[in-house]
């Protein structure tokens, strides 16, 4: 379950304020940020927009857009030159009209924020009653009239009219707050105490963010700040059983919103998918532990690889589920086939750690260097590894043949798991062969592209996502006609995901990674990444990048350098965008799909989760 708080987002003030500015183009002025949210300010940034409070050297003739919290009263006076869009929020603007008319003003709220700091600029004498230590600096005699600032926290409203009331009888109360904001913190704090996970969009930046995260921290201790969606990939307390609760402050972007959900989405049905995946697969491989005939040897091989198969993501299992799931209502046919090709998924890794010499894989040693440690002898060690992955691919075939469903279903997902294994192991050939066969990116970096696209298309993008996909389509009873309408999208995801593949496989830490972070580097692996640093490094660089990329013992020193050369040639953020552009054409595509809005929110959020993780 994932509910989310009504209304969440954008406050009606600050989305006229957004609406308005994103109708202007380059060159405008923005007293200060719009909104206090880091992202859509950066947006603004990249837009041309010039964000400042220093509005004395505004050229002439030049529009400046006065954002919801407002601005002191002498801005408006002093720039008739300006053309001033005000967007002040009309709850602000009532405070403005009632400050302006007393001689007295009280301001309950924090001392720095524009909005209590544009109030200020409207009263004839004002202070702001930020603790309760402000209530020294008030004459009992005084006539004074009390606002609020919008935002503030209800609790400590109340309590500050009481002592001011107390202190001052004659005060003149007016209750600005927000009745929006304190709703919206109500049903969050409601929603809450009844979820497991509760996840507040927002910004650290922004009042409102804050009172609402501290306001629902009360109701649930597991309870999560994030101003985007890639806050929560370091966040592992999600299960098929996890309640989740969702609110967006009013800085908060109504589409970050929406993406979190789609991930958390996502996330929640993968923890499904994994539980009910992983007892599958890992029954189909122990149950031949009983077998009596089966000789010690083989066992105990067998034992190494149920070792070796424990501690997947199951994302390719998840896939086909998905996929089953898309087209069906009642999806039955998925759990031996994804059982099946997760077991596959072991197999085949098994043998690219030979390949690329790695010794640990989810966080544990190889099987080709755990007996290699044991024997010494690195023959036996490649050579039984080799036969262990073999086992596992061919007891893939006999779990997915054995699978009880329709056989002319069965038929069907057996031709689409044929095909992805043939060409997966084409891109282990090409992915092999290149580096022997080199093509200079800084000579033909077009020639380069295509071909390292290939490898992406074969080894990893098919594999990943297009066969478990379009298999789990077929497992829903569906034929190659309606599937192909998915195998564009998936396809582009795959090669997204192997962008961050490399992107990982060079910047993250091997406890991260579960996997050695040097192995990329000493293998000299083609990619987008290495081609465009090559392409754009100076001679110099150029020059230590053959001398380190692809030395068999580069050291965690040799890494730090060459990942300096990823970033100063722009190659990080070359593959960053390609990631961003990438994604989002697959979003855009799934718009379109022949599918129910819950299926595309499952899917977009398989978008999310693939292209932002960590490891």
């Not at 720039?79 to 001033?84: A, K, Q």
């Not at 000579?443 to 478990?468: A, H, L, Q, R």
Request: aromatic share 8%; hydrophobic share 40%; net charge negative.
């Amino acid at each position: 379950m994932i509910e989310i708080v009504k209304d969440s987002g954008f406050c009606q003030g600050v989305s006229a304020a957004v609406n308005t500015a994103n109708s202007y183009e380059s060159g405008v002025y923005l007293y200060g940020n719009l909104v206090n949210n880091s992202h859509v300010m950066e947006q603004y940034r990249n837009k041309g927009f010039v964000i400042t409070e220093d509005v004395a050297n505004i050229p002439p003739g030049s529009t400046l857009i006065i954002r919801a919290h407002g601005a002191p009263k002498s801005l408006f006076e002093t720039l008739p030159h300006v053309n001033i869009v005000d967007c002040t929020c009309v709850k602000v603007k009532r405070i403005h009209k009632i400050v302006e008319k007393v001689d007295k003003t009280i301001i309950i709220g924090k001392k720095n924020h524009p909005e209590v700091i544009g109030t200020l600029g409207w009263c004839r004498n004002g202070m702001v009653y930020e603790s309760e230590a402000d209530n020294l600096n008030i004459s009992p005699t005084d006539d004074v009239c009390v606002v609020g600032q919008t935002t503030c926290n209800p609790d400590w409203w109340s309590r500050a009219v009481e002592l001011i009331k107390q202190r001052c009888p004659n005060a003149k109360i007016y209750d600005t707050l927000c009745n929006v904001t304190v709703l919206k913190r109500k049903r969050a704090q409601d929603l809450a105490a009844k979820v497991d996970v509760m996840v507040v969009v927002g910004d650290k930046e922004s009042a409102n963010s804050v009172e609402l995260y501290n306001a629902c921290t009360k109701a649930c201790k597991n309870t999560f700040f994030i101003s985007s969606k890639e806050d929560l990939m370091d966040k592992d307390c999600i299960n098929k059983d996890t309640k989740i609760g969702l609110v967006g402050s009013a800085s908060a972007p109504a589409e970050v919103i929406e993406e979190t959900h789609e991930y958390l989405a996502f996330v929640k049905f993968l923890a499904e998918a994994k539980a009910e995946i992983e007892e599958c697969s890992n029954f189909n491989i122990s149950s031949d532990f009983l077998v009596l005939r089966m000789p010690k040897l083989v066992d105990s091989a067998l034992r190494d690889f149920y070792d070796q198969h424990s501690g997947g993501k199951y994302i390719r299992g998840a896939i086909i589920k998905l996929g089953e799931q898309l087209v069906s209502e009642k999806p039955k046919n998925y759990l031996d086939v994804a059982a099946a090709y997760e077991v596959f998924q072991t197999a085949i890794l098994i043998h690219d750690d030979i390949m690329d010499r790695s010794e640990t894989r989810r966080g544990k040693k190889t099987i080709h260097a755990m007996d290699y440690e044991a024997t010494k002898d690195w023959h036996y060690a490649y050579s039984r590894a080799l036969c262990i992955g073999n086992m596992g691919l061919f007891h893939a075939n006999s779990i997915l043949a054995s699978a009880n469903i329709d056989n002319a279903i069965k038929v069907n997902v057996l031709i689409e798991f044929a095909a992805t294994q043939i060409v997966t192991i084409e891109g282990e050939v090409m992915d092999v062969l290149l580096p022997y066969n080199p093509i200079n990116p800084a000579v033909d970096f077009t020639s380069y592209c295509e071909t390292v696209g290939e490898i992406y298309k074969f080894k990893t993008s098919i594999y990943t996502v297009e066969g478990p996909l379009v298999m789990g389509i077929l497992c829903g009873g569906k034929d190659e006609r309606f599937a192909y309408q998915f195998r564009s999208m998936s396809r582009a995801l795959g090669i997204a995901f192997q962008i961050k593949d490399d992107l990982l496989g060079m910047f993250a830490d091997e406890k991260t990674l579960g996997k050695p972070a040097l192995s990329d580097l000493r293998e000299k692996k083609q990619t987008l990444l290495y081609g465009y640093a090559y392409k754009n490094a100076t001679q110099l660089q150029r020059e230590t990048l053959d001398s380190l990329y692809g030395k068999q013992d580069a050291t965690l020193q040799d890494l730090e350098i060459v990942r300096d050369i990823f970033t100063q040639t722009g190659a990080k953020k070359h593959a960053e965008d390609e990631i961003s552009k990438t994604s989002q054409n697959c979003l855009n595509e799934i718009a379109n799909l022949p599918i129910t809005d819950e299926g595309k929110i499952l899917l977009r959020g398989l978008v999310h989760y693939l292209t932002v993780r960590r490891y």
